[in-house]
């Protein structure tokens, strides 16, 4: 099948809109790829360093409780700590508000796409205080801005990132032989969590060829790597187990204890054949369908082998590939797709969206988690499911009906025409059935719920 304009926007988009016109070709999607994040520079989100600062001020807070000597000294710094957190909280709906406004109104819609792919690749989840709301700094930091160079440098910015050290505790990770684990009489236990999903998630994927002794090797490795206060990368020395160790059959390390062997390791992992499979086997699964095409899987992994990972040469060789834009149904839609891609079809205005975390919760956050889908919060390391059946439940199915046929409305009062919406939402290949609905509700609500909760809508 060749390159169609509405399956471009449907299947590596975030779906159609009135006012955004489809990509004109793979060339012109590679191209917005390659230039200005003009998303991002118009709903931004902020980086790690600020999650990092509010974590400071609240344990500061938590601090003067301790050794408060009075009683107003403790309800002073128990308001401090409130604020604190109300102020991130605050600050962390803004986050959410621009990113699901990227959704509706970004004209590249493939990067959205992208990175919340990626940030589902390498999935850390903030464990609690203002940890739990670094997950969108975290992607702005560390996955966005590499969506289009080498996959070794995503992969690098991903493990030094304080969310991905905190998420996995590799940041108090000690080696049982380092000079802090001799003076701590350690014993040979190991925290291996980062190393094994480093290998098994992030890189050579699950069944690839390596072993348990590898796991052990990159998890002594890893040792080392930590974070300052909270808020930046350091490698610690002190924490660092010595000595060489063998991963994959090459041995790293040796007297210097620096981040130089994480970085060897890195690389080689990047480069490893079985990444190569791994990651054009999960990007064409995300992207076209459960079971993807073998020889456009296989045209991918030789393009990123090829090129050293270049991931931009990786989605060149999907988009190119016939089978990318087979006619059949696509993917079904996550809830994030699902809720992204009904704001843009609506063609919805900044002003729509509200600011108010607790509107937004109520809106937008709350009837996700009914959909199945809890922002930024997977269960595990793998992030969420991709099968079709994961997303296609009785009560999940139900949640997104109640959310187009009540949402919409709640949002803009002033809604389209059903009649128009549904060349809007599906383009012109709209199944009759749909039109012959939307044509029949008795209001614009229910047109544009039936749109929305119709089974075309549901797929990429």
Same mark, same amino acid.
């Given at each position: 099948?060749?390159?169609?304009?509405?399956?471009?926007?449907? #299947?590596?988009?975030?779906?159609?809109?009135?006012?955004?016109?489809?990509?004109? &070709?793979?060339?012109?999607? *590679?191209?917005?790829?390659?230039?200005?994040?003009?998303?991002?520079?118009?709903?931004?989100?902020? @980086?790690? =360093?600020?999650?990092?600062?509010?974590? !400071?001020?609240? /344990? /500061?807070?938590? #601090?003067?409780?301790?050794?408060?000597?009075?009683?107003?000294?403790?309800?002073?710094?128990?308001?401090?700590?409130?604020?604190h957190?109300r102020?991130?909280?605050?600050?962390?709906?803004?986050?959410?508000?621009?990113?699901?406004? #990227?959704?509706a109104?970004?004209?590249?819609?493939?990067?959205?796409?992208?990175?919340f792919?990626? $940030?589902?690749?390498?999935?850390?989840?903030?464990?609690?205080?203002?940890? $739990? *709301?670094?997950?969108?700094?975290?992607?702005?930091?560390?996955?966005?801005?590499?969506?289009?160079?080498?996959?070794?440098?995503?992969?690098?910015?991903?493990?030094?990132?304080?969310?991905?050290?905190?998420?996995?505790?590799?940041?108090?990770?000690?080696?049982?032989?380092?000079?802090?684990?001799?003076?701590? &009489?350690? $014993?040979?236990?190991? &925290? =291996?969590?980062? @190393?094994?999903?480093?290998?098994?998630?992030?890189?050579l994927?699950?069944?690839?060829?390596?072993?348990q002794?590898?796991?052990?090797?990159?998890?002594?490795?890893?040792?080392?790597?930590?974070?300052?206060?909270?808020?930046?990368?350091?490698?610690?020395?002190?924490?660092?187990?010595?000595?060489?160790? %063998?991963v994959?059959?090459?041995?790293? @390390?040796?007297? =210097?204890?620096?981040?130089?062997?994480?970085?060897?390791?890195?690389?080689?992992?990047?480069?490893?054949?079985?990444?190569?499979?791994h990651?054009? #086997? %999960?990007?064409?699964?995300?992207?076209?369908?459960? $079971?993807?095409?073998?020889?456009?899987?296989?045209?991918?992994?030789?393009a990123?082998?090829?090129?050293?990972?270049?991931?931009?040469?990786?989605?060149?060789?999907?988009?190119?590939?016939?089978?990318?834009?087979?006619?059949?149904?696509? &993917?079904?839609?996550?809830?994030?797709?699902?809720?992204?891609?009904?704001?843009?079809?609506l063609? !919805?205005?900044?002003?729509?969206?509200?600011?108010?975390?607790?509107?937004?919760?109520?809106?937008?956050?709350?009837?996700?988690?009914?959909?199945?889908?809890?922002?930024?919060?997977?269960?595990?390391?793998?992030?969420?499911?991709?099968?079709?059946?994961?997303?296609?439940?009785?009560?999940?199915?139900?949640?997104?009906?109640?959310?187009?046929?009540?949402?919409?409305?709640? *949002?803009?009062?002033?809604?389209?025409?059903?009649?128009?919406?549904?060349?809007?939402?599906?383009?012109?290949?709209?199944? =009759?059935?749909?039109?012959?609905?939307?044509k029949?509700?008795?209001?614009?609500?229910?047109?544009?719920?039936?749109?929305?909760a119709?089974?075309?809508?549901?797929?990429?």
């Open positions: 099948m060749p390159f169609e304009p509405n399956r471009a926007a449907i #299947r590596f988009g975030c779906g159609l809109s009135p006012k955004i016109a489809a990509p004109l &070709n793979v060339d012109a999607m *590679l191209a917005a790829l390659e230039g200005p994040d003009r998303a991002a520079e118009r709903f931004p989100v902020a @980086g790690f =360093e600020v999650v990092g600062r509010a974590t !400071i001020a609240v /344990q /500061q807070a938590g #601090r003067d409780f301790r050794n408060a000597k009075s009683e107003d000294a403790r309800v002073a710094a128990r308001e401090a700590r409130k604020m957190l102020g991130l909280r605050e600050k962390a709906g803004g986050w959410v508000r621009n990113v699901l406004l #990227r959704r109104l970004a004209q590249d819609g493939f990067r959205e796409r992208l990175a792919f990626w $940030s589902d690749h390498f999935t850390a989840v903030g464990r609690a205080g203002p940890l $739990s *709301l670094g997950y969108l700094p975290y992607v702005e930091d560390a996955i966005r801005p590499y969506l289009d160079g080498r996959f070794a440098d995503m992969l690098k910015a991903v493990i030094t990132h304080p969310h991905m050290l905190i998420y996995f505790k590799q940041h108090v990770t000690v080696g049982p032989n380092s000079a802090l684990g001799q003076r701590r &009489n350690l $014993s040979r236990d190991l &925290n =291996e969590n980062l @190393g094994r999903e480093l290998i098994e998630l992030h890189t994927g699950v069944g690839a060829e390596y072993s002794a590898d796991v052990r090797a990159l998890a002594e490795l890893l040792t080392g790597m930590s974070v300052e206060r909270e808020t930046k990368f350091m490698f610690r020395p002190r924490f660092a187990e010595p000595g060489a160790h %063998k994959l059959g090459r041995v790293y @390390g040796g007297a =210097e204890l620096s981040f130089d062997r994480v970085a060897a390791v890195l690389e080689d992992l990047a480069a490893h054949p079985a990444t190569a499979a990651l054009a #086997r %999960k990007l064409a699964v995300h992207f076209t369908g459960d $079971s993807p095409d073998p020889d456009m899987v296989r045209t991918m992994a030789e990123y082998r090829a090129s050293d990972g270049h991931l931009l040469e990786v989605y060149q060789a999907m988009l190119r590939h016939p089978a990318a834009w087979h006619a059949g149904p696509g &993917n079904v839609k996550q809830p994030i797709d699902f809720v992204g891609s009904s704001l843009r079809a063609g !919805i205005a900044p002003r729509h969206v509200p600011d108010d975390h607790r509107k937004l919760n109520q809106i937008v956050l709350g009837p996700m988690v009914l959909m199945g889908q809890t922002w930024g919060a997977p269960l595990g390391p793998d992030g969420w499911p991709e099968a079709d059946t994961a997303w296609i439940t009785p009560q999940r199915m139900a949640a997104r009906l109640q959310w187009g046929m009540t949402v919409p409305f709640r *949002l803009m009062r002033l809604l389209p025409d059903p009649r128009e919406f549904v060349e809007a939402a599906l383009g012109p290949d709209a199944p =009759e059935p749909v039109r012959f609905a939307a029949a509700a008795e209001t614009h609500a229910e047109g544009v719920g039936l749109v929305l119709s089974p075309a809508f549901q797929r990429m």
